[in-house]
């Protein structure tokens, strides 16, 4: 069992930038993928950038070159640095580990944090 703690969400202009950070209650060294998601009101969950074990990397589409995902093994934490925001971007962010040694692999989330882009 692991529980996420997000943070770093808040109020942002368009064209500006917020670091989202994810602490872990354990260590998440070699068995974790992890990912951010977000919720826009009315809309499904949806995947916004995933970081395996191994430091492999995917982004979807409508984020790929202005977010980037990164994780610090040694302090059980992921980021999601976000520049150029536009209030499309506007949704609950939630950080997403996924025990990946067992099969199905087994899905922990975070409570979630708001970011909201608007002039």
């Known amino acids: 069992q692991v529980q996420l703690v997000e943070s770093g969400g808040g109020l942002v202009q368009p064209g500006g930038s917020l670091r989202l950070s994810c602490a872990a209650s354990k260590s998440i060294f070699s068995e974790y993928d992890l990912a951010w998601y977000r919720q826009a009101p009315g809309k499904q969950r949806e995947l916004v950038a995933g970081i395996t074990s191994g430091g492999r990397t995917n982004y979807a589409d409508s984020v790929k070159g202005r977010f980037t995902i990164s994780r610090d093994n040694a302090k059980n934490m992921v980021f999601l640095q976000m520049n150029s925001l536009k209030p499309e971007d506007t949704a609950v962010y939630y950080c997403?580990?996924?025990?990946?040694?067992?099969?199905?692999?087994?899905?922990?989330w975070g409570q979630g944090t708001q970011v909201t882009v608007s002039s």
């Open positions: 997403n580990a996924k025990y990946v040694v067992v099969f199905p692999p087994t899905n922990y």
